[in-house]
């Protein structure tokens, strides 16, 4: 193992320069990405949703394969959906600091409504993999391949509901619109915003493997448990960008990408059991998970479910001025957490 012989502090200083260069790279994408959106036409839900969401999850990515790659299931598949896990309650410290309105009542788009029932969709179906017999083609179960084909037909669907919605939500004086504030004919310029857009991607996924291989190392040299590792460490730190971006863009009013990001992330994030699936190889993923990993994948889902209400509900203003889906996200996120922690 590449840092098998460093010591404790070596080994939380590369954890620690890994996470400050994802943390400033996911900042300055979030900036591109608002561009991107202007310039494209394609909107801050549709591209928060993908491009962002995608892009400030690699380092994540790189995590979760290179766990599966090894054999370690449990901290793959934990940081996942841990991940998704940490990154909705992200989104009740953006409703806080949000203080004209409720954050999921000003940023009304149907587009992240449909985007947020896309991912309950997507994390039933690890649920049902887990709960069925056991299969799997060439080390791969049928599962990953579905969550692969539900997530594109999600993404086409995405934009013709953006393009083409059929319903609206009403607007109201605390509504945010999205409304784009760059010219879209500059050539040069997009080709410029998207290769630095790649440049940054490249280097949040490179730090996303360093950070794998310390928390390989940890888990082994203090027995740790892989889940927790996974859930509570990997995860957060590869979505601080998702956290830092998702306040930076409401700071600056872009309510719709803020959302968009947050659930576009989680979404991909669904992708990383598919990845972790092929690398692992060894049979089915879902059938080498303990009940510690189906329980962050439940906290996933019962959040979600959550927000979703919240989007749909709409509510102006509830206690301590954000909504009560945001009181609620914290509430269950805080609890999740000392269950895993007293559990150990």
């Given at each position: 193992m590449l840092f098998g012989s460093l010591p404790l502090w070596g080994l939380l200083a590369i954890f620690a320069?890994?996470?400050l260069v994802?943390?400033?790279?996911?900042?300055?994408?979030?900036?591109?990405?608002?561009?991107?959106?202007d310039r494209t036409g394609l909107g801050e839900a549709l591209v928060g949703g993908i491009l962002l969401g995608a892009a400030t999850s690699l380092s994540g990515t790189v995590v979760s394969v290179t766990a599966a790659l090894d054999g370690r299931v449990s901290l793959a598949f934990?940081?996942?959906v841990g991940g998704i896990a940490a990154q909705t309650a992200f989104l009740a410290f953006a409703d806080i600091i949000w203080r004209k309105a409720n954050l999921e009542h000003a940023a009304a788009d149907l587009a992240i409504v449909f985007q947020c029932a896309l991912l309950v969709l997507l994390l039933s179906i690890p649920i049902f993999a887990y709960a069925a017999p056991e299969t799997a083609f060439f080390g791969v179960h049928p599962a990953s391949l579905v969550l692969v084909a539900v997530y594109l037909i999600g993404v086409r669907a995405s934009k013709k509901v953006r393009e083409e919605p059929m319903w609206k939500?009403?607007?109201t004086h605390e509504t945010q619109h999205d409304e784009p504030e760059e010219e879209t004919s500059d050539f040069a310029g997009n080709i410029r915003l998207f290769t630095v857009f790649t440049v940054l991607m490249v280097v949040m996924g490179l730090m996303g493997w360093a950070i794998a291989q310390v928390a390989s190392v940890l888990t082994d040299r203090y027995s740790l448990s892989a889940s927790l590792i996974?859930?509570?460490?990997?995860a957060v730190v590869t979505s601080l960008p998702e956290l830092v971006t998702t306040l930076a863009?409401?700071?600056?009013g872009a309510l719709q990408l803020a959302i968009g990001g947050i659930i576009g992330g989680n979404t991909f994030d669904t992708l990383f059991l598919t990845l972790s699936d092929v690398a692992y190889g060894e049979g089915s993923l879902y059938h080498a998970i303990g009940r510690d990993d189906l329980f962050w994948l439940a906290t996933g889902v019962l959040m979600t479910g959550v927000?979703?209400?919240?989007?749909?509900?709409?509510?102006?203003?509830?206690?301590?001025?954000?909504?009560?889906e945001s009181v609620s996200l914290l509430a269950i996120y805080g609890g999740a957490i000392a269950i895993q922690a007293f559990a150990v």
């Open positions: 320069v890994a996470g994802i943390l400033v790279c996911g900042i300055r994408m979030t900036g591109l990405a608002d561009r991107i959106a934990s940081n996942a939500p009403v607007g996974g859930a509570l460490m990997t863009a409401v700071h600056r927000l979703l209400t919240g989007l749909i509900v709409r509510q102006k203003s509830g206690p301590g001025g954000i909504g009560f």
